[in-house]
T-cell receptor, first 112, second 115 residues
């Protein structure tokens, strides 16, 4: 079972910030939060990841709460091309490897 | 630089047949993982390989098998195909298997349809 819960869908106006929430209340101390997005008919695209500090890159910002039980992905100026399914994932450890357990994600629709 | 490449992009098979899907990781990446994505759902983990050894296996039947070659490319084999095996099969690569803070990078998948 996925270790994260996300809203099923969200809308955002073009040019505005898109804030995508994620709950991961059972996250362990050394587990990272990863965000990916998947545009129709393509493979998931890596966006950003973090442990406990806020992170920013050229695509997005990741805000993780102090208790690490939730996080928010921020797309600062959403464009139509940001319309996609966004997955929040906690990477799970086991026997010398780490695997992703995906949920059903948030379907973000950016509106013109 | 080339990303993860998968072949073929589309494939149609009939029930009972066998299929082999191929994946070439990003240059320098030594770990390959396979995922199955059924329509409307998130990807599900099938296997992870690192240095030609299986490092992880998801909850899939023995009809699913994989291997990794010395050049780190990988094949996923599925025997005795069922209608329920129709899905997008994704390959992801990463530098290593056991570094929790290294992202996996995905290919665009092979869409397998079973008739």
């Amino acid at each position: 079972d996925a270790k994260t819960t996300q809203p099923t869908s969200m809308d955002c106006a073009e040019g505005r910030a898109a804030n995508l929430p994620c709950n991961h209340s059972t996250i362990s101390g050394n587990e990272y939060v990863y965000w990916y997005r998947q545009i129709h008919s393509q493979g998931p695209q890596y966006i950003i990841h973090g442990l406990k500090n806020n992170e920013t890159n050229e695509m997005a910002s990741l805000i993780i709460t102090e208790d690490r039980k939730s996080s928010t992905l921020i797309l600062p100026h959403a464009t139509l091309r940001d319309t996609a399914v966004y997955y929040c994932i906690v990477r799970v450890a086991g026997s010398g490897t780490y695997k992703y357990i995906f949920g059903t994600g948030t379907r973000l629709k950016v509106l013109a | 630089d080339a990303g993860v490449t998968q072949s073929p992009t589309h494939l149609i098979k009939t029930r009972g047949q066998q299929v082999t899907l191929r994946c070439s990781p990003i240059s320098g990446h030594k770990s390959v993982s396979w995922y199955q994505q059924v329509l409307g759902q998130g990807p599900q983990f099938i296997f992870q390989y690192y240095e030609k050894e299986e490092r992880g296996r998801g909850n899939f039947p023995d009809r699913f098998s994989a291997r990794q070659f010395p050049n780190y490319s990988s094949e996923l084999n599925v025997n005795a195909l069922l209608l329920g095996d129709s899905a997008l099969y994704l390959c992801a690569s990463s530098l290593e298997a056991a570094r929790v803070n290294q992202p996996q990078h995905f290919g665009d998948g092979t869409r397998l349809s079973i008739l």
